[in-house]
């Protein structure tokens, strides 16, 4: 593509780069707020989407090129943030506040909730890629993070009727 047809489709840096993060986390297979009802089933349908968002080719730029231009460009940090991170957040957090209407799960603050899960998928599966060169991670143990975090997290705050 020319330089041209660029500026015609994206008339300024910021509305590419609000297109290049929009299409980075999004996808044909959007995660939806699963059903209410098994806390443990969610957290892996959200956890498992996360961590295939995370493990994007290009994501890793992408997060790079965030953080290298922050300095000059903090417009850019703040809709990478907006248009990415926090729209996935916001559905985990959504989906915490229903376990707890629910009565399924003792969530007081959803927000720190949603927060420590998807710090817990991310800290193993994504940061390392982004400070060592040639980190990578099997899909076995990435089944087995997510899956050690959707434990921790229940373990914490499910709901059991015999207690």
Known sequence: MS??????????????????????????????VPSVGDLAAGLTALGRH?????????MVDL????????????ELARAHFAEGK??????????LVAERGAG?????????????????????????????PGWTVTPQRVTAVVDDAVRTMVARYARHPDR
Do not use: C, H
Request: no cysteine.
């Open 63 to 74: 997060f790079r090129i965030v953080i290298a231009e922050l300095p000059r460009f903090p």
């Open 3 to 32: 330089k041209a047809t660029l500026f015609k489709q994206f008339p300024t840096k910021a509305a590419l780069f609000d297109a290049i993060v929009i299409d980075s986390w999004a996808g044909e297979d959007d995660a939806e």
């Open 86 to 95: 926090l729209p996935y957040f916001e559905t985990v957090r959504t989906y």
């Open 104 to 132: 399924t799960a003792d969530i007081a603050d959803p927000q720190m909730a949603a927060t420590q899960f998807l710090g817990m998928i991310s800290n193993y599966l994504f940061w390392p890629s982004l400070l060592v």
């Open 50 to 58: 996360y961590a295939a968002l995370l493990g994007r080719p290009g």
